[in-house]
């Protein structure tokens, strides 16, 4: 069974950085990218960014471009999160996801074009 575990979560203050990691266990898998989705309190889970392996391409939801980056390992379908310039309204829980077949980048951004997900990880960003 595929599984994606997320990693570094925490708390920190506005102004503040923090990186979280998201690495599979179980059963080996490729996969075509991976991406990454919060959600916060009362609100449905937001598309954050995506990061397509065979070109390296990266793309970033208005809200966090800019302030954040997805870099990883594609040979470990390992992903990281580097979130500089942290708000409050960034506080949620973060999700990492694997989709394993290809794709229009154009699909990336929407939940249903990800087989796997990880449980979240939570990121507190106090005023």
């Known amino acids: 069974q595929v599984q994606l575990v997320e990693s570094g979560g925490g708390l920190v203050q506005a102004g503040g950085s923090l990186s979280v990691s998201c690495a599979p266990s179980?059963?080996?898998?490729?996969?075509?990218?991976m991406g990454w989705f919060r959600q916060a309190p009362g609100k449905e889970r937001e598309f954050i960014g995506f990061?397509?392996?065979?070109?390296?391409?990266?793309y970033y939801a208005d809200s966090v471009k800019d302030r954040f980056t997805i870099s990883g390992d594609s040979a470990k379908n390992t992903i990281y999160l580097q979130m500089n310039s942290l708000k409050p309204e960034d506080t949620a829980v973060y999700y990492c996801a694997s989709r394993t077949s290809v794709s229009s980048s154009s699909h990336l951004h929407r939940e249903s074009a990800y087989n796997y997900w990880g449980q979240g990880t939570q990121v507190t960003v106090s005023s």
């Open positions: 990061i397509r392996w065979i070109s390296g391409e990266t």
């Open positions: 179980g059963r080996t898998f490729s996969s075509y990218a």
